[in-house]
């Protein structure tokens, strides 16, 4: 299996949202905390993991600068599932998932949970609202069926 930068972007991005969402929580606790000892503690690993955000943001930055994704035509080919054809049509538009929730209005986690196959059953019209987004075929991006580029169309300054 060969593992791209893009699924490493992924796994990072989805890493970090819920690494966000314990900083929350550790925030809270801190604040309600009335022990020192408790407090420092969680004062202690906030730090650390404000520092282990700083890096994973600074990975995916790196790999999303180090080289443009141009997948290959087999690779579009054989994603056999709408999660495998979502992260690459992802890859493929240079957004994050982060950029592509907040384009069409939901939560990164949304998106994250598209992109790993936890949600099933996407219906038509967030699919309609997807491919838009990503510039890509529905049908593909559906259902596997066609190109992944939806033809262009030609106009009379186009040249043949």
């Not at 069409?104 to 059953?121: E, F, H």
């Not at 987004?133 to 169309?153: C, Y």
Request: glycine residues 6%; hydrophobic residues 40%; charged residues 20%.
């Amino acid at each position: 299996m060969v593992i791209c930068n893009v699924e490493i972007k992924d796994t990072i991005e989805t890493i970090t949202a819920e690494i966000r969402e314990s900083m929350t929580l550790l925030e809270m606790a801190y604040s309600e905390s009335e022990d020192e000892k408790i407090s420092a503690v969680i004062s202690c690993v906030m730090r650390s993991t404000s520092s282990s955000l700083r890096k994973a943001d600074g990975l995916v930055n790196t790999l999303l600068t180090t080289k443009e994704y141009a997948p290959s035509k087999t690779e579009i080919n054989t994603q056999t599932s709408f999660a495998a054809r979502l992260r690459l049509a992802l890859a493929h538009s240079g957004m994050t998932q982060a950029d592509l929730a907040k384009q069409i209005g939901v939560s990164q986690s949304t998106i994250s949970a598209l992109a790993t196959g936890r949600v099933k059953g996407v219906g038509i019209g967030r699919g309609a609202v997807l491919s838009e987004a990503l510039g890509v075929n529905l049908r593909w991006l559906m259902l596997g069926e066609g190109e992944m580029q939806p033809a262009k169309n030609l106009t009379q300054n186009d040249e043949v």
